[in-house]
């Protein structure tokens, strides 16, 4: 198999001597759960740290792209300001992300800073150098920053795409769930006393794992799978006075009614079952199965 550098960063554990000092001191600089879920996206049902990317890049890029018409250096300078201006929320909502990550994944964000960092500092003495007056400099100096940037933005590209950091990581609920009631389990082999339950939603559905909650007569059944980083719910914790079902990993509370993220880091739903018993059986049907 041919080296590939990306996949020698994801297994490199020497970096973990770096990464663990900074997510530790991330996490104590994070601040409480709403300021987190702020950063992490919850209110807009997405990674906010993605979308604010887009306005240093575009401003850095288009920066560069001026620099080879005679006439733009103050459009130059004006836009490499708007991508330092973005740059640092930026940096946090990514922080905040990578903070909640798989080791792996940290790794490679490690070195995606490292790039966006080195980028930053180019282009910070190429606006240095602009203004007093050396524009061939400042725009080799921008080049240089745009090169580290495309670097940053391959391993961004690896942490989303292929290490899928940010991704639902429970969408692919309601196309393996066949539509209409399904017999998920007895209702004698449940716990009723509030303890999530790991059953399997077997054939002709694939074999998708479901988590089920008894309490107070009643049953809820959500997808076992966190939308995070796919943390076992089953292994969760009811919280908020029977409210949410809490991932053991990193701690997104989804509520049992309808699945919907009550906090983060998960920015997306988990699929809630409609459920029913029936001649000593609980049956479940999701709605939007297809
Ligand atoms: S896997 Fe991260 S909160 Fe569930």
């Avoid at 996949?7 to 409480?32: T, Y």
């Avoid at 887009?54 to 005679?70: C, E, K, N, W």
């Avoid at 007895?186 to 002709?204: E, N, Q, W």
């Avoid at 949410?244 to 309808?258: I, K, M, N, R, V």
Wanted: glycine share 12%.
């Amino acid at each position: 198999m041919p080296f590939d550098p990306v996949s020698a960063v994801e297994h490199a554990e020497p970096l973990d001597r770096v990464v663990e000092p900074i997510r530790n001191a991330v996490g104590k600089l994070l601040g409480p759960a709403p300021v987190r879920d702020v950063l992490h996206g919850v209110w807009l049902g997405h990674p906010l740290h993605p979308t604010l990317v887009q306005v240093s890049l575009g401003a850095f890029m288009s920066a560069s792209a001026l620099d080879l018409t005679p006439g733009s250096e103050r459009a130059s300078r004006a836009l490499i300001a708007t991508g330092f201006a973005a740059a640092l929320p930026s940096a946090v909502t990514g922080l905040a992300d990578w903070s909640v990550a798989h080791e792996e994944q940290q790794r490679v964000g490690l070195v995606h800073a490292a790039f966006n960092v080195a980028a930053l500092a180019s282009y910070g003495l190429s606006l240095a150098a602009r203004l007093a007056g050396r524009r061939r400099t400042g725009t080799a100096l921008g080049l240089a920053g745009l090169g580290l940037l495309g670097a940053g933005g391959y391993l961004g590209g690896h942490l989303s795409f292929r290490q899928a950091v940010g991704a639902n990581h429970a969408e692919d609920v309601p196309h393996l769930v066949r539509p209409g009631w399904q017999d998920l389990c007895a209702v004698d082999d449940l716990p009723a006393d509030g303890t999530p339950a790991r059953r399997i939603l077997g054939a002709p559905n694939d074999d998708v794992p479901v988590v089920v909650v008894g309490q107070a007569g009643r049953f809820h059944a959500l997808s076992g799978r966190c939308s995070h980083l796919s943390g076992p719910l089953s292994d969760g914790e009811v919280t908020d006075g029977g409210r949410c079902l809490t991932c053991p990993w990193h701690g997104s509370a989804f509520d049992l009614e309808d699945g919907s993220v009550r906090r983060g880091p998960a920015t997306a739903p988990v699929s809630a079952f409609e459920v029913r018993v029936e001649n000593g059986r609980v049956l479940v049907r999701l709605p939007g199965a297809h």
